[in-house]
Nanobody
Framework: QVQLVESGGGLVQPGGSLRLSCAAS????????MSWFRQAPGKERELVAT???????DYAGSVKGRFTISRDNAKNTVYLQMNSLKPEDTAVYYC???????????????WGQGTQVTVSS
């Protein structure tokens, strides 16, 4: 079994910073793309940032220049550094990884449990 565990969420003032982490554990063969999604109440889940196996990154326009996604392949971990946070960044943030297990090696999507990020004075 594969499990993704997120950490780093919390309450922060506008202009502040947070760093989210998501670590995958289990019988992992390889991990392709790693991504962060977020979902605010009453809103659709949106892609915030993604990083490919080659290290290429892509960001939603609303976070470009403020957020940075990175990965540590040895630790099966993806990070999201969030700077200059705005109230509109408030949402539940979900980690997503496309990975294959040691047994099947067939890539599929796995999700973290979600972590709340609240930006407020």
């Amino acid at each position: 079994q594969v499990q993704l565990v997120e950490s780093g969420g919390g309450l922060v003032q506008p202009g502040g910073s947070l760093r989210l982490s998501c670590a995958a554990s289990g019988s992992i063969f390889n991990i392709n793309a790693m991504s962060w999604f977020r979902q605010a109440p009453g809103k659709e889940r949106e892609l915030v940032a993604t990083i490919s196996s080659s290290g290429s990154t892509d960001y939603a326009g609303s976070v470009k220049g403020r957020f940075t996604i990175s990965r540590d392949n040895a630790k099966n971990t993806v990070y999201l550094q969030m700077n200059s946070l705005k109230p509109e960044d408030t949402a539940v943030y979900y980690c997503n990884m496309i990975l294959g297990t040691l047994m099947t090696k067939t890539p599929r999507a796995y999700w973290g449990q979600g972590t709340q990020v609240t930006v407020s004075s």
